[in-house]
T-cell receptor
Framework: DVKVTQSSRYLVKRTGEKVFLECVQD?????MFWYRQDPGLGLRLIYF???????EKGDIPEGYSVSREKKERFSLILESASTNQTSMYLC?????????????FGQGTRLTVV | AQSVAQPEDQVNVAEGNPLTVKCTYS??????LFWYVQYPNRGLQFLLK??????LVKGSYGFEAEFNKSQTSFHLKKPSALVSDSALYFC??????????????FGKGTRLSVIA
């Protein structure tokens, strides 16, 4: 089974802190994604990556950056956390350039910024 | 542009009754369509997908979905609902003309409550 693992289930951080959310997948997938989930807004794409060191902005990249130094790991960085970044963050991965394949999700990180 | 609409925020159904969760999509070409389920404080789990072929797709936990090209719909169904089916359901689409590297586009989700 594909496994996508996010480093934390719950995080509490202070306003202004630099926050790292880590995601690792074990199926050699080329594509990796970061979404945030908010009630009534569904899933919104923050960033994605289709190869090592490659990144593409999603719908809401402001206030975030990403890093993909190894194929299996995709990190989301909140440069200076703010209360409006309190949310559920979901990482996903999928096979490269296979449009009919599904994405596999991690268990999510619920981040609270105080 | 690709988009998905889930017109109902909430669906309530009695245990044992059939359930339907609605999804309509918009793509410029032909679609790949997906359903996911999310239990509280968990990630999304894949349920089923339509790629091509038979319009009725069967998936996990007894769920099925019917692709209707003329109505641009992909409704999720189950003949007999269980209380344990209560969860948040997401529909997603990818245009066949796009690269597989293109992210899925998700609907806003529908909360299903099955009442005993």
């Amino acid at each position: 089974d594909v496994k996508v693992t996010q480093s934390s289930r719950y995080l509490v951080k202070r306003t202004g802190e630099k926050v790292f959310l880590e995601c690792v997948q074990d199926m050699d997938h080329e594509n990796m994604f970061w979404y945030r989930q908010d009630p009534g807004l569904g899933l919104r794409l923050i960033y994605f990556s289709y190869d090592v060191k490659m990144k593409e902005k999603g719908d809401i990249p402001e206030g975030y950056s990403v890093s993909r130094e190894k194929k299996e790991r995709f990190s989301l960085i909140l440069e200076s956390a703010s209360t409006n970044q309190t949310s559920m963050y979901l990482c996903a991965s999928s096979l490269g350039d296979r449009p009919g394949t599904e994405a596999f999700f991690g268990q999510g990180t619920r981040l609270t910024v105080v | 542009a690709q988009s998905v609409a889930q017109p109902e925020d909430q669906v309530n159904v009695a245990e044992g009754n059939p359930l339907t969760v609605k999804c309509t999509y918009s793509v410029s070409g032909n679609p790949y369509l997906f359903w996911y389920v999310q239990y509280p404080n968990r990630g999304l789990q894949f349920l089923l997908k339509y790629i091509t072929g038979d319009n009725l797709v069967k998936g996990s936990y007894g769920f099925e979905a019917e692709f209707n090209k003329s109505q641009t719909s992909f409704h999720l169904k189950k003949p007999s609902a269980l209380v344990s089916d209560s969860a948040l359901y997401f529909c997603a689409v990818r245009d066949m003309g796009f690269s597989g590297n293109t992210p899925l586009v998700f609907g806003k989700g529908t909360r299903l409550s099955v009442i005993a």
